[in-house]
């Protein structure tokens, strides 16, 4: 079956760095554009960035462009966002999402009930 194995969260000070990882199995993985949502306590799922199939294409959410970068490797099954110079408003549960594309190649989209698969989540917490 389809898994989706996120990794790297944990506790940083304001200004630190963290990378998740995401790790898919059970999918063909080149097929599918993947997207990075959060979810803080009390809020909605919120898209934070997103990768083509190829990862030929990117996005990233206001709040954090500049900041965070997304990242895959076909090759491994993997996808990741290197998440720099992090405020104690990105504190939240990080998920990966797998989003079929194969016949919209470069597409990336940003509502989360349009991903058919999800992971379990990595906390991520940013202390002031």
């Known amino acids: 079956q389809v898994q989706l194995v996120e990794s790297g969260g944990g506790l940083v000070q304001a200004g630190g760095s963290l990378r998740l990882s995401c790790a898919a199995s059970g999918v063909t993985f080149s097929s599918y554009a993947m997207g990075w949502f959060r979810q803080a306590p009390g809020k909605g799922r919120e898209f934070v960035a997103g990768?083509?199939?190829?990862?030929?294409?990117?996005d990233y959410a206001d709040s954090v462009k500049g900041r965070f970068t997304i990242s895959r490797d076909n090759a491994k099954n993997t996808v990741s966002l290197q998440m720099n110079s992090l405020k104690p408003e990105d504190t939240a549960v990080y998920y990966c999402?797998?989003?079929?594309?194969?016949?919209?190649?470069?597409?990336?989209?940003?509502?989360?009930?349009?991903?058919?698969?999800w992971g379990q989540g990595t906390q991520v917490t940013v202390s002031s």
């Open positions: 999402a797998a989003d079929y594309s194969y016949y919209t190649p470069q597409r990336i989209r940003t509502t989360p009930n349009t991903y058919a698969y």
């Open positions: 990768i083509s199939r190829s990862g030929g294409t990117t």
